[in-house]
């Protein structure tokens, strides 16, 4: 099955600098990779997705970039803010024949921290 | 957006009894299911997977007879714990795939098991 390993499990950033956080796969038939922020006791909620046909994908202050070779993909948060501070989750799964994804495999999570 | 509606939020029980926790799709059809468990401070671990009208596929070491998944309707899945013990008490969570295609995937709030 589908192994996500996912680095840093915490990370401290002064407010205002970039983070980055790095997760490699090991199923070369993922082709889903979507990051998610959790809150304490919340649901995780989708914060960028990247399929495996797109190299990069950018959305205002966060980015996703996709090395498929290397089976590596990272989270990037340009100036970060005090509400960045959350639990982040990479995972990876594929894309179904019906056009969902199916169960995602998670990293171990990053702990973000945004020091004021 | 679409909206995966969970309850209930948090249980407390006793030790031999049983749990349903329930997962409802409130503005689509989710032709799938997939329920996760979650330890503090740990990462979401994929359980089953239930297909409407079809028997559901569980991950390698999570004991079927011990969490009952039905998935009767294109709306309504439901989780039974049965015969809990301290060692269930863990965060569980639902995600839906709907019948559109959508590749992303919809979670519920989550339900916090605790038993005595």
């Known amino acids: 099955g589908e192994n996500v390993e996912q680095h840093p499990s915490t990370l401290s950033v002064q407010e205002g600098d970039s983070a980055v956080i790095k997760c490699t796969y090991s199923?070369?038939?993922?082709?889903?990779f979507p990051w998610y922020k959790q809150e304490l006791g919340k649901r995780p909620q989708l914060i960028i997705d990247?399929?495996?046909?797109?190299g990069e994908k950018k959305d205002q202050r966060i980015a996703v970039t996709l090395n498929k070779t290397a089976k590596h993909f990272s989270l990037h948060i340009t100036e970060t803010q005090p509400e960045d501070s959350a639990v982040y989750f990479c995972a990876a799964s594929f894309i179904t024949s019906g056009g969902g994804a199916d169960g995602l495999t998670f990293g171990k999570g990053t702990h973000l921290i945004i020091q004021p | 957006g679409a909206v995966v509606s969970q309850h209930p939020s948090w249980v407390i029980c006793k030790s031999g009894t049983s749990v349903k926790i329930e997962c409802r799709s409130l503005?689509?059809?989710?032709?799938?299911m997939f329920w996760y468990r979650q330890f503090p401070k740990q990462s979401l671990m994929l359980m089953a997977t239930?297909?409407?009208?079809?028997?559901?596929?569980?991950e390698q070491g999570v004991e079927k007879d011990k969490f009952l998944i039905n998935h009767a309707s294109l709306t309504l899945s439901t989780l039974t714990v049965t015969s809990a013990h301290p060692e269930d008490s863990s965060f569980y969570i639902c995600?839906?795939?709907?019948?559109?295609?959508?590749?992303?995937?919809?979670f519920g709030s989550g339900t916090q098991l605790s038993v005595l």
């Open positions: 995600s839906a795939r709907d019948s559109l295609g959508r590749e992303k995937l919809f």
């Open positions: 503005d689509f059809q989710a032709t799938t």
């Open positions: 239930s297909n409407e009208g079809s028997k559901a596929t569980y």
């Open positions: 199923d070369s038939a993922s082709n889903y």
């Open positions: 990247i399929r495996s046909n797109v």
